[in-house]
């Protein structure tokens, strides 16, 4: 249940039915919207008779929210969520570009990457340093080096960083470099990871599992924000179908339209790995950002072909330019800018 | 196997060949391309030795391809196959557009609907008579009755019709009536079909099967051509997925800039469908012309929420109209004109 | 609706509640059941008072139909339909087995098969004289010759025929020779296919299509019910899924338990198409009858390796052999007889 | 590289191998079957020479593994693994089954579950402690109070403990409590879980994840042998495909031969989650039995309608008994015993 204050509400009237929730065994989650207060309950408790709370003093009204995520659904807050990162704002008019590198392969990859798309344009630097990868004999990551070189070239290009936890007891020391927590589609349902970046208070990037439903992926949002960390961002990567010959997943662009309806979350497309195919990446990411996205991520490296992982679907430092402009020129046609 | 023909290479020249792989049991196919002329082979001759046949007079280059689909592939054709009906054409730097209603219900819904659209902009219009449907108690289609009334559309909008055909032994009656024969995606692999559009001289669009490959998309657009009707549009217009408590389809916008590079046929993206839901339509239109779609086909009705089939997805005239607008902006920035 | 007559109601009654029902616009189908006259009513007829028709004479009850199929559901018939073909009868405890190649390529092949799989118990002769094939330039069988063979093969063993019609112009020519009609897979949704095969005089065994939902199979079921025909028997045979690295496709297994709950039509498993791989067609037949399968239909062959199509899949002589001494074991142990 | 000894070489002979091997940078893996001693080569060390290889005392073959996974494949090991948990026998000629509630919900649930599956012939006891649930409200498990009534439970009747890890750092406290440790599909690629039970000395089953490819799921068993955990058990739950209508996932049968010819380690058949429907569960279990499996694990309680989670996939204890029976017949009819 929602309960929507008066915009006039004092701080009295809004405790007093925070008090009377909390006595029926509910825990309570505030949140501020277009000027008013809004007090979601969550847990398990007695059941409340919504008659009895409005009446009471500076109650506008109350709601039954139905579906099973609350706090990211679109009935807990109308407006789209927006949040600052590094002078970036994610959710608004102007579109996010996240690029970088698949994995930190080393100092002298890393500054150049992060110069490069500096310059043509991106807003963010990405770049794993915890890698999942589905061998065990496969390049894992530099781990803590290579968090430490990310941080070296926010310093040296002043973009925030995009970097990937993939355990909830490295969340902390993972927190201390990265900008923006990313947990990989893998991971979409590690629940204890969710609930560990929920706990920070670090923006997170949370990918879409391979196979999860819109709903899962709302559940699993629902599960960070439960925690009290508001700022998440969702993020469409490609899911898993019956054809696979020629790309790595299939782009589910019917997300991107239907997120933004059933969320005030903002969306982030990821056009490397939703189609895998390096040639054909600018296509999906003019896509995307058609269909509505806030954000696009994509991968770039000086030398794809010797990259240590996801070569295949990585941009070269000219392609990006370029795509850049592509971008530009689009987003002004669709009314955002980046 | 393909053999190329010098530019300069003379009739009696080309004869020779051809005469020489029909004496070992090949069907041949003559095609144009950039001046130069290409004998494609068919079926299942005697081996042919690619050294002797180079040192044919006027021949070029031969050349295997591997690929199941051999006319449909770009190795066969370099260029991109445009062709005109009715003043447009398909395949180049205009995006047709075809609208119309599903069904086509009544005199006065469909000629409201063609000029409507029409007005807004689009080039085609389209509407069912023969209708395939999941249940044998829906409305199966008006018939030829249906027919006439798109002949009459046309008359007075001079839109060509684009109209469905469900059965080989309908294909010479639709094609009366019809400018492009569509085949539907529960018919792609309907192979007598196939064969009978295969032999009509109409142009056909192709939908891709809900669970059909790219491969099983070619390998059906193979067969028309193989029956030498060359004149093939495909279409997207969503798959099936995991996924689908919320829209109808997953719309599979990698297979745009994919098929692009696999054959040179024009691919058309069917929004409508795709998501299945009205509201999210616009979206999916402009994602589909993003990626590069050669021709958008989109459902639209004066009344949709009383139309006898598909109403759900279907536009509103007005709707359409603004839908119209944002596509001409978008189309301009990727180079693109309605 | 389906109306449900006292088992003493006289056919006076019944016609009564016939032409009520009739001339308020509705299609009647009569059907028996446990000595009890179902009447079912289709089309688009105006609404009808249950609580009238409760009251004429004969009438036992009424019951709404809230499934889209109708005469398939368990609700228009509780008992198991079973059906007698060349002495064998579908449904009951028997279990049916259908073997032979995929394609009839010769004479010596089919004869030297049938003999073979008659030898070892099988109590259907299946082969393919009209191939549905996903490239143009692939054979596509013996056509009426290879019907004429079936027939042969019939005389010789006494067999019963299965084989697939692909095209409604064909159908009459197809069950002058057939006793059972297959629609395969790819024409699971051609619906004219469907209507014609309602109207014909043999049983149909009708492919689930390879992205078809139990609940389209079943409205493919409809319309061939909803023609008159009433014996068809429904064959899961694998469908599309994103893991086809290593099988053909993915076997539906749980398809058999819900049809059989869903449906009083016979279920027949096609562990070839299912697993697609020879040496794994074993586990998969009885694992489908484990499961419940009234029916199997395994593609055999004398020799797989030089077989025009579905080698890859098909069971020498022997191992047919071998796998019939299998099912035997299993069907004893539940409750069922080969 | 797998390197393969004849089976007289010494003890010295195969240490001069490792020494050989690890002086180039490879880790080794000793294993022994038939007899035979296999050294297998993980990581990235220095090319080695198989002829040079070949000519050292006591090697009798060496061998490339070509497939991605290479401890869990046949190729390292031709031989069923086994292995002994409590007195059964997991990977032989008896089936396991374990059985038990989805939840530990209190003593009096645990124990009269326990003492039922364990007269009904169950040979493993399974509960949860842990819950991953895809909501933030669901109830998420008892914690280690579960895991002590699960010892409670072992004490009582005898029977080992599975029960589910979800995180790295409580692998350590569960070890202590459980026979088996069990890992999730939504973790099947967490792969610092993975790592960690890799180096935990209890035996794991593995469930695949619900979009996880064949090869996806041997690549995750691979990150638990390379850290030295050879006893793996693999489970097949269903996985995600387009039709979830009346069922909540689908049943991979084909993965069970298909896993049995690719890997030594034993198959599970998890026929609750498979399926998802109560009545159904039943034919699910034979078919995963007749299909080849190693061990069933079926979710029973003492009153479903009433569980905290997966009540409508429990079977009754009545249920399971029956189950039971049938199983026991089938089991005998396919060479196997309970």
């Known amino acids: 249940m929602i309960i929507i204050m008066h915009s006039e509400a004092t701080p009295f009237e809004i405790d007093n039915v925070v008090a009377e929730a909390e006595a029926r ?10 000027g008013e207060t809004f007090i979601g309950l969550q847990g398990k408790g007695q059941p409340l008779d919504p008659f009895h709370l409005g009446q009471m003093p500076g109650v506008k009204e109350t709601m ?12 807990f807050r109308r407006e789209d969520t927006t949040f600052t990162i590094g002078g970036v704002t994610i959710g608004g008019e102007q579109v996010a570009v996240i690029a970088g590198p698949c994995s930190v392969e080393s100092r002298e990859q890393l500054l150049e990457t992060a110069h490069a798309v500096k310059e043509a344009g991106a807003t963010f630097l990405r770049g794993g340093a915890y890698k999942p990868r589905s061998s065990p004999y496969s390049f894992q990551g530099m781990g803590e080096q290579g968090l430490k070189l990310l941080a070296e070239a926010r310093e040296a290009t002043g973009l925030p960083i995009v970097t990937e936890v993939m355990s909830p007891n490295k969340v902390a020391l993972v927190a201390i470099y990265a900008d923006v927590l990313q947990i990989g589609a893998r991971n979409m349902q ?6 560990a970046v929920g706990q920070a208070h670090k923006p997170v990037l949370l990918k879409r599992g391979m196979s999860a439903t819109i709903e899962d992926l709302l559940m699993a949002a629902e599960y960070i924000l439960a925690h009290g960390n508001n700022r998440v961002m969702l993020c469409e990567r490609g899911i898993r179908t019956f054809d696979n010959k020629y790309t790595r997943n299939t782009f589910d662009i019917n997300a991107i339209p239907l997120l933004k309806e059933l969320t005030h979350l903002p969306i982030v497309a990821d056009p490397s790995h939703a189609i895998g195919v390096r040639r054909h990446v600018s296509a999906i990411t003019l896509a995307g950002l058609a269909a509505g996205a806030d954000g696009l991520i994509l991968e770039t490296h000086p030398d794809p072909d010797h990259a240590v992982s996801d070569g295949d679907q990585s941009l070269t430092l000219p392609q990006f330019r370029e795509l850049m402009n592509q971008v530009r020129a689009l987003a002004e046609a669709v009314g955002r800018r980046v």
Request: proline content about 0%; hydrophobic content about 35%; charged content about 20%.
């Open 25 to 34: 065994g509910w825990q309570t989650h505030i949140s501020h919207d277009s």
């Open 64 to 75: 039954a929210i139905t579906q099973k995520y609350k706090l990211a659904s679109r009935a």
């Open 190 to 195: 590690n629940f204890d990871l969710l609930n």
